[in-house]
């Protein structure tokens, strides 16, 4: 019922910037949490972030705190990642997911295709 694409990724030096996108067509996105999740060659995918469906709430995985921000736009059907001071640790397939406000994979229902974020050294 929910389809997410994601888009924004790309190629950036270390200390660079991103900002990620995901688009959501289902009109009842604001109803749910949104989650930003990651995962490098080799593996498990990851917690990044999560944003309750009002926006009041946000969650953020130690590695990316203080330099990541998650906000959304319920009127646009839209959830943000700005990604600041970027690492090479940093790298990976960038996926956002709709359902709970959870650290947990098995808790998000809808997952986009994901878009692939590079930070070179």
């Known amino acids: 019922q929910v389809q997410l694409v994601e888009s924004g990724g790309g190629l950036v030096q270390a200390g660079g910037s991103l900002r990620l996108s995901c688009a959501a067509s289902?009109?009842?996105?604001?109803?749910?949490?949104m989650g930003w999740f990651r995962q490098a060659p080799g593996k498990e995918r990851e917690f990044v972030a999560a944003?309750?469906?009002?926006?009041?709430?946000?969650n953020y995985a130690d590695s990316v705190k203080g330099r990541f921000t998650i906000f959304r736009d319920n009127a646009k059907n839209t959830v943000y990642l700005q990604m600041n001071s970027l690492k090479p640790e940093d790298t990976g397939l960038y996926y956002c997911?709709?359902?709970?406000?959870?650290?947990?994979?098995?808790?998000?229902?809808?997952w986009g295709q994901g878009t692939q974020v590079t930070v070179s050294s």
């Open positions: 997911a709709a359902g709970r406000s959870t650290r947990s994979v098995k808790d998000y229902n809808y």
């Open positions: 944003i309750s469906w009002s926006g009041i709430s946000t």
């Open positions: 289902e009109r009842t996105f604001s109803n749910y949490a």
